[in-house]
């Protein structure tokens, strides 16, 4: 059974910086395309950043390009999410995904959910 697991969600004032870890098991972390999506309270679940299984090649919603950077170690089977210039407007949970795709950019492509991970930005 495949696990994914993200933590590093927190309270942070406007302009300031988290990052999130996502460890996957049970599965070998290379054959994942790893993305992040985001859900707010009364709104659809939202992507916001995707890598490749190898990590050449990654994919960022408009709203977040230059302030947040998704990577991956392979070595270690984990994703990164770093957000910076965080807004109020990303708050929200946080979930890592999994998929057994090279790339996964919509839920549907989505193979293995995290349990989320509570991001709350203040104005």
């Known amino acids: 059974q495949v696990q994914v697991v993200e933590s590093g969600g927190g309270l942070v004032q406007a302009g300031g910086s988290l990052r999130l870890s996502c460890v996957v098991s049970g599965r070998a972390f290379s054959a994942l395309g790893m993305s992040w999506f985001r859900q707010a309270p009364g709104k659809e679940r939202e992507f916001v950043a995707a890598?490749?299984?190898?990590?050449?090649?990654?994919s960022y919603v408009d709203s977040v390009k230059g302030r947040f950077t998704i990577s991956r170690d392979n070595p270690r089977n984990t994703v990164f999410l770093q957000m910076n210039s965080l807004k109020p407007e990303d708050t929200a949970v946080y979930y890592c995904?999994?998929?057994?795709?090279?790339?996964?950019?919509?839920?549907?492509?989505?193979?293995?959910w995290g349990q989320g991970t509570q991001v709350t930005v203040s104005s």
């Open positions: 995904a999994a998929s057994r795709r090279v790339i996964a950019t919509d839920v549907g492509y989505v193979d293995y």
């Open positions: 890598i490749s299984r190898g990590g050449n090649t990654t």
